[in-house]
């Protein structure tokens, strides 16, 4: 059993800065890439970012040179830095691990249960 559980969201104005927070807990503990995906109401889910435990990133086109994924030393927790946010990233952000721990894709997920983020004047 894989538990993720995350941090951070809140509301802020466009331009402003958020940081996500997510740590893995139970009985694996180390994964091949993790990432973080978004869902706003009435729209299909996005992968905002991924990386791999070989430092490898990928980003959703609207994030690039927005929105920065890290992870921890500890190797079960990953961040995303989000700056110059707009409305439309408005959404439920949520992380993600693979069910295959060694799996490279994030295509069958272990999701938490989500933070949300808002953009709003």
């Known amino acids: 059993q894989v538990h993720l559980v995350e941090s951070g969201g809140g509301m802020v104005q466009p331009g402003g800065s958020l940081r996500l927070s997510c740590t893995a807990s139970?009985?694996?503990?180390?994964?091949?890439?993790m990432g973080w995906y978004r869902q706003a109401p009435g729209k299909e889910r996005e992968l905002v970012a991924s990386?791999?435990?070989?430092?490898?990133?990928n980003y959703l086109d609207s994030g690039k040179g927005r929105f920065t994924i890290s992870r921890g030393n500890a190797r079960n927790t990953v961040a995303l830095q989000m700056n110059s946010l707009a409305p439309e990233d408005t959404a439920l952000y949520y992380c993600?691990?693979?069910?295959?721990?060694?799996?490279?894709?994030?295509?069958?997920?272990?999701r938490g249960q989500g933070t949300q983020v808002t953009v709003s004047s």
């Open positions: 990386i791999t435990d070989g430092g490898s990133t």
């Open positions: 139970g009985s694996i503990l180390s994964f091949k890439i």
């Open positions: 993600v691990v693979p069910r295959d721990p060694v799996a490279a894709t994030l295509n069958r997920i272990i």
